[in-house]
């Protein structure tokens, strides 16, 4: 037999390990790296940088450095995170990976190859004790830990590396859809995790848990819907904690961590049903609040609710931003205050003391109109901040209408038989949601600088939605048991003929046959894909006749069954669709800007600069410029000086001056960049990073990381 002899600087590799050789892959010092080791940039979800490299006079210099191609296309949230040159992402359909960061280079690629999960995914968490370092993120319900070396689950996590979201939710939650598509925040051998949950009368509660690091073990939990003898109880109704048909008051924007004190910041989202609460009267806490958690324990701090009896859909869409600020004492003289800043789907920015919730800036509860729907009860006030003036318009008149529009006076039409104005409830004949559903803020959330400096793009959408009774199970009798359940759980997106709503982000289903089989419609219909959440809900047999519906032909997939769905809570009500206020062409029914930047000084309350952000490219083509878009993904700010942001669909990454707003770069993106970038330096050069993965807005997909660096 031959032998393969081997020098002897070979044999030190295979002593030292591949895996080791891997897990710093680029040919420089551990000081040499500048890391961008959290969601958003650290614990404090601050978007800042302390790199200088690049600055507003050279940045017009930049270049690509690398590109990564994932293996599948789709919406890209993640904001990747790098530690000691490697960078971890996500792919369109949740799979974990390493890059060598200096290169783009793939080290691993983690996924589950026999199920593809049609979700979003906003990145990972990474942990480290001393020289045991792990990754965390989730694949649908589950939290995987994953050796960073290898990309291999830790079998002493949970059950063989991964455990089950639904652990500390109750009997009641372990059919549900639950998911995270948020990075769980860290707090020495604890990771508290965001979920995200349907939003319908079937909703899973959506408690606070933090799970062991280590061991996968829930550790402890926080009952945002309270149960008896705990703070908050009195304000629902009694049985409302048994889950029959309320549920949500999650948190799924993410979370900030103030380390040295021992307190996360939780923003949480509304009860559900999202639109309409005769089911739920009372104020409903804790939905709609920022909590303050002793991390260690979960034990409520102190809250503070921005929305009573949510009938908006006005989660708060972004974790908070930890900051330090400035303000005159009672003494008159300056003092600095460690500070928690919120921004809301409504444009508003809240901000208390961080340690005792007290707020920095004037709030006042104002009265607001009443519902008259009947069985609801909405909340005689709610509580708006008298500085900072909002970053997006609040109150529509005629003179919003598009200038630009050729259906002008249809949409004055809809206009005017529609209801408006701040926190105005639904209503049966429409009412305009402004800003909408989708924010104002939304999950790529807000930058700040250690000045005190918040950066924050909103969007200027308006949403036209109407509530309407909902078909009893009588009226749907005549109905195939395929288009029923395809009436209950899919016309309020797709509508009633399928055509979709692509303004929206939803897909025609008409012929879907021709574009998808059926274990691939079927595994959506179960899983979710995007903002769909997946129907966990639905037996075996009733999705065997929806996909049959779908396909065209249910009477050879199934008989009509008496569906498991019909057991399910019912709503009394539902809307009219995730429909925005558009014209004939798919144009904002509202006049320009649809998209701003906003710099704000926090602490005084007062604007630095606004300008537009982004440009509708039908309307560039004709020379109308700087009419602003509506955008997805946050900023990134740093020391040197810019504010780096892409976000828009017309497939731009640009970079701002952070002092002035004036916009210093731009360049084209292989597909539009719908996340939040992420900065870092190896072996000298500073990296710039964003996802390109498109998919929103009716813009193209995409399946790439882009790096950018000065020559």
Not at 360 to 371: A, N, V, Y
Request: contains cysteine; hydrophobic residues 35%.
């Amino acid at each position: 037999m031959k032998r393969l002899l081997l020098p002897f600087s070979a044999l030190v590799l295979l002593a030292l390990g591949w895996s080791q050789l891997r897990q710093n892959p680029t040919d420089t010092k551990p000081n040499d790296y500048t890391n961008w080791s959290e969601y958003l940039g650290g614990p404090d979800r601050s978007h800042f940088s302390a790199l200088t490299q690049i600055t507003p006079e050279n940045v017009g210099q930049l270049k690509v450095a690398w590109t990564y191609a994932t293996p599948d296309s789709g919406q890209i949230q993640t904001n990747p995170i790098i530690v000691d040159g490697v960078l971890y992402g996500v792919t369109p359909t949740v799979q974990a990976f390493a890059l060598d960061a200096a290169t783009g280079k793939e080290l691993w690629k983690f996924g589950d190859p026999l199920k593809v999960w049609h979700s979003t995914s906003r990145g990972v968490s990474y942990w480290q004790s001393g020289e045991y370092k792990r990754l965390l993120y989730t694949v649908g319900p589950k939290l995987y830990a994953l050796d960073i070396r290898t990309g291999k689950p830790i079998p002493s996590f949970g059950d063989n590396g991964s455990t089950d979201l639904h652990a500390g939710l109750g009997e009641q939650a372990k059919d549900k859809f639950v998911i995270s598509n948020t990075p769980g925040t860290v707090f020495e051998d604890l990771i508290i995790m965001p979920m995200r949950l349907s939003e319908g009368a079937d909703a899973a509660p959506g408690y606070i848990q933090a799970f062991n690091v280590r061991t996968g073990k829930l550790a402890w939990t926080f009952h945002t819907i309270p149960k008896p003898g705990e703070f908050g109880y009195d304000t629902w109704p009694k049985q409302t904690y048994q889950n029959t048909d309320v549920g949500g008051a999650n948190n799924w924007a993410g979370m900030a961590i103030d380390r040295q004190r021992g307190i996360v910041y939780v923003p949480t989202g509304s009860a559900a049903f999202d639109f309409y609460g005769g089911n739920r009267k009372g104020q409903n806490l804790f939905a709609n609040c920022l909590l303050a958690l002793d991390a260690r324990t979960g034990k409520r701090l102190w809250h503070f609710q921005a929305v009573h009896h949510d009938v908006w859909d006005r989660d708060f869409p972004a974790p908070p931003n930890l900051l330090t600020v400035t303000q005159k004492g009672p003494d008159g003289k300056p003092r600095r205050i460690d500070a928690v800043a919120q921004i809301t789907k409504s444009g508003h920015v809240f901000v208390f003391d961080r340690v005792t919730g007290k707020p920095l800036f004037p709030i006042k509860e104002t009265p607001m109109p009443k519902s008259d729907i009947p069985g609801e009860e909405t909340w005689p006030t709610q509580p708006l901040p008298l500085k900072p003036a909002p970053f997006t318009r609040q109150n529509l008149t005629e003179r919003d209408l598009n200038p630009y529009s050729d259906d002008r006076d249809s949409l004055l039409a809809r206009f005017k038989r529609s209801r408006t104005g701040t926190y105005q409830p639904l209503s049966r004949q429409g009412t305009i949601i402004y800003p909408g559903l989708d924010g104002g803020g939304e999950w790529g959330g807000a930058a700040t600088d250690p000045d005190g400096i918040m950066y924050v793009n909103g969007n200027e959408a308006a949403w036209l939605i109407s509530l309407n009774e909902a078909p009893k199970q009588d009226q749907l009798a005549h109905l195939s048991t395929g288009e029923r359940l395809y009436t209950q759980n899919c016309a309020g997106c797709h509508g009633t003929e399928r055509k979709g709503n692509t303004a929206s982000g939803y897909p025609s289903l008409v012929n879907i046959g021709q574009r998808r089989d059926r274990p691939y419609v079927t595994q959506l219909i179960s899983n979710g894909k995007g903002m769909m959440p997946g129907f966990t809900q639905l037996s075996a047999d009733d999705k065997r006749a929806l996909v049959g519906f779908l396909f065209g032909d249910e009477k050879q997939e199934v008989a009509a069954s008496d569906s498991k769905t019909s057991k399910a809570p019912v709503v009394p009500y539902k809307i009219s669709g995730y429909n925005k206020f558009l014209d004939s062409k798919g144009m904002s029914a509202i006049a320009p800007p649809w998209g701003t930047l906003n710099a704000i000084d926090l602490n005084t309350g007062d604007y630095v600069w606004k300008v537009p952000l982004g440009e509708e490219p039908e309307l560039a083509k004709k020379g109308i410029r700087n009419t602003g878009s509506e955008n997805y993904g946050g900023p990134v700010v740093t020391a040197g000086g810019l504010v780096f942001i892409a976000a828009t669909k017309d497939e731009k990454f640009r970079a701002f001056d952070r002092k002035t707003g004036k916009l210093l770069w731009e360049t084209q993106l292989p597909a539009a960049g719908f996340a939040t970038p992420a900065t870092y330096q190896i072996g000298g050069k500073q990296y710039v990073v964003i996802a390109c993965g498109g998919a929103k807005l009716g813009a193209k997909k995409g399946n790439q990381y882009v790096a950018f660096a000065l020559p």
